[in-house]
């Protein structure tokens, strides 16, 4: 047990400082007890059945020690189960002060409450069944969200589709070990049939396609949950911090005309669309570098691996070059898209010698001096970040959490290893060992771990009628 389930847990639950309104909330056995002491409601506002279950009540907060009024507002009450926690809980309304919230945290401590640790409430509803592990977790990204798309696609799972979806494979995947069980207890004494020929093969076959396919939402969903990758790369001195700037529509990162400036990447979030966008500024990629500017390098690579969109700026006042090269030689296994900068000044090279020279054209000419073009760098984030949200519009389920991610492969790779023992035709019980790790896998992400699951279903699916 993270937290104890026993007592009664009270906590501010609207953010610090002072607003119109503020909310305390109160949750655990005692919550009724303890609420009915500090809580006057308003003459005529209280049924004679005591105070209502699921309305808000109009009365007075006291503190019943000397009858002291705290604050006027309101109280609900939820009785569990039907409550977020799935236990009896009180939210007060009350007005945003400060000093108020204390008081009125103190008089609930007084009583017997405790203070709620983080996500303390949360946990209760997981515990209690409210919500699953995964549903916990878009819980705190749609708190956390700074993009209304993270919050969008965090309430989805907080809706449970992800988790739905997962409970249909899962109860495929339990049918499958269900049969498996049978026939290592029962089928060699009784000469059953557990699967019709090439049944099995069937079953594993589809549920890792299914498994795969929601893999392959990762490379977009993960851009939902934490922010599309946009990398700035290109020689020393083409302009990046200066086109990074421009973007930003601010001087964040230091621009000077010797080249190697910029020594290690720099990051800052944009808003999109609606989309959180992560943009990263870089070290100037070239061949010969010194020992800072070599490390500088290193961490550029790794940003352009971890890239969903690399923006790569040229410099159009000189030659295309052995360092321009070298950029094309970390660059050419991917896709990009490049830009020619300082088109205000003379140009050195027409854009077909960028052609010529990498078998693919600019996808724009910009000037981080005038601002002319920038406006077309903006439309190439815009269109990944389109293409974001039409990937999450086009699939019933994405997976945007690498906890998610690296269960499903667990899963996927557990039962690969038993498509490839049915193969091979080995014994029962090495094909069962991997369809139980693929379920632990699938149960890690919801949080449930479930033996009795299994048993259920031999008992009652399956009439063995001994
Ligand atoms: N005329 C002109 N100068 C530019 C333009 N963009 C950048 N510069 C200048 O080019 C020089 C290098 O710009 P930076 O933005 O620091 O280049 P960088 O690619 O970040 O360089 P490193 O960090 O050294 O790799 C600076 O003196 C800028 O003022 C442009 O569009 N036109
Ligand atoms: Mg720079």
């Given at each position: 047990m993270l937290y104890p389930l026993d007592d009664t847990i009270v906590a501010?639950?609207?953010?610090p400082g002072r607003g119109a309104i503020g909310i305390v909330r109160l949750s655990g056995r005692r919550t009724v007890e303890v609420a009915s002491r500090v809580f006057r409601p308003h003459a005529?506002?209280?049924?004679?059945?005591?105070i209502p279950v699921r309305r808000m009540v109009l009365g007075v907060f006291v503190d019943?020690?000397?009858?002291?009024?705290i604050d006027t507002g309101f109280l609900i009450l939820f009785r569990g189960p039907r409550s977020f926690t799935g236990e009896d809980l009180a939210e007060f309304h009350l007005h945003g002060s400060p000093p108020v919230l204390r008081a009125v945290v103190d008089v609930l401590t007084r009583l017997g409450a405790r203070l709620a640790q983080p996500g303390e409430f949360t946990y209760r509803a997981f515990v209690h069944g409210k919500i699953d592990l995964a549903q916990a977790e878009a819980l705190n990204d749609l708190i956390q969200a700074d993009a209304l798309w993270q919050a969008r696609s965090a309430l989805h799972h907080l809706q449970g589709y992800l988790s739905r979806t997962l409970r249909a494979w899962k109860e495929d995947l339990i049918e499958l070990i269900a049969r498996y069980e049978a026939a290592v207890d029962f089928g060699e004494a009784e000469?059953?049939?557990?699967?019709?020929?090439?049944e099995a093969e069937r079953r594993l076959d589809s549920l890792v396609g299914r498994i795969a396919d929601l893999l392959a939402t990762y490379r977009q969903g993960r851009a939902l949950r934490e922010g599309l990758r946009v990398v700035i790369v290109g020689?020393?001195?083409?302009?990046k911090s200066s086109l990074f700037n421009a973007l930003l529509r601010e001087p964040r990162a230091i621009v000077t005309?010797?080249?190697?400036?910029?020594?290690d990447f720099i990051k800052e979030r944009l808003i999109v669309d609606g989309l959180a966008v992560e943009l990263v500024d870089t070290a100037g990629v070239r061949p010969t570098p010194e020992v800072v500017e070599r490390l500088g390098i290193e961490r550029t690579l790794q940003q352009i691996a971890e890239a969903d969109l690399v923006l790569w700026v040229l410099d159009g006042s000189v030659p295309l070059d052995a360092e321009d090269d070298a950029v094309y030689a970390v660059l050419r296994d991917r896709t990009f898209q490049a830009f020619r900068n300082k088109?205000?000044?003379?140009?050195?090279?027409?854009?077909?010698a960028f052609t010529a020279r990498y078998g693919t054209p600019l996808r724009g000419a910009l000037s981080c001096e005038t601002g002319t073009g920038i406006a077309d760098v903006m439309d190439a984030i815009r269109a990944a970040v389109r293409d974001v949200q039409q990937s999450w519009r086009d699939h019933a389920v994405v997976v945007t959490n690498a906890r998610h991610e690296a269960c499903l492969r667990q899963a996927r790779k557990a039962l690969q290893r038993a498509q490839y023992s049915l193969q091979t035709q080995a014994p029962e019980p090495i094909v069962l060992e991997d369809l139980r790790s693929a379920l632990r896998a699938l149960d890690a992400i919801t949080g449930e771990t479930d033996v009795e699951d299994i048993l259920d279903r031999i008992f009652t699916q399956f009439c063995i009628g001994k």
């Open positions: 501010v639950s609207t953010p005529g506002s209280l049924p004679a059945a005591g019943p020690a000397g009858d002291e009024p000469d059953m049939q557990f699967f019709e020929p090439g020689k020393p001195n083409a302009g005309p010797l080249p190697g400036t910029t020594r088109m205000d000044l003379p140009s050195a090279w027409p854009p077909e």
